[in-house]
Nanobody, 121 residues
Framework: EVQLVESGGGAVQAGGSLRLSCVAS??????AGWYRQAPGDDCKFVAS???????EYADSVKGRFTISLDNAKNTVYLQMNNMKPEDAAVYYC?????????????????WGQGTQVTVSS
């Protein structure tokens, strides 16, 4: 069965850190993207990584978030530092690095179930 399972979400104070994990099963994760959606907002791209290790970040998280891919564990991570209240959202991982849509997860592709991140000021 193809599955992406996220973990690591939770509540943190502004300036704090969280590390999200996303474990893939049933297929090889050779690249991934992290997305987030806050209530009333569209799905937003956060970060992506390709098989060669090349990364892309949304301007809003550059210098604070780091995406990494452990091929041996078939797992993608998102290290979030110096977090801000505007980072609060449900975070999703996907094998799609280029998704653009209003709502996530969409009905196509491989997506995790989402993990809630809350940031208090």
């Amino acid at each position: 069965e193809v599955q992406l399972v996220e973990s690591g979400g939770g509540a943190v104070q502004a300036g704090g850190s969280l590390r999200l994990s996303c474990v893939a099963s049933g297929f090889t994760l050779d690249g991934a993207g992290w997305y987030r959606q806050a209530p009333g907002d569209d799905c937003k791209f956060v970060a992506s990584i390709n098989f060669g290790g090349g990364t892309e970040y949304a301007d809003s998280v550059k210098g604070r978030f780091t995406i990494s891919l452990d091929n041996a564990k078939n797992t993608v991570y998102l290290q979030m530092n110096n977090m801000k209240p505007e980072d609060a959202a449900v975070y999703y991982c996907s094998n799609d690095r280029l998704f653009m849509g209003i709502s996530c997860p969409p009905s196509f592709g491989y997506w995790g179930q989402g993990t809630q991140v809350t940031v208090s000021s």
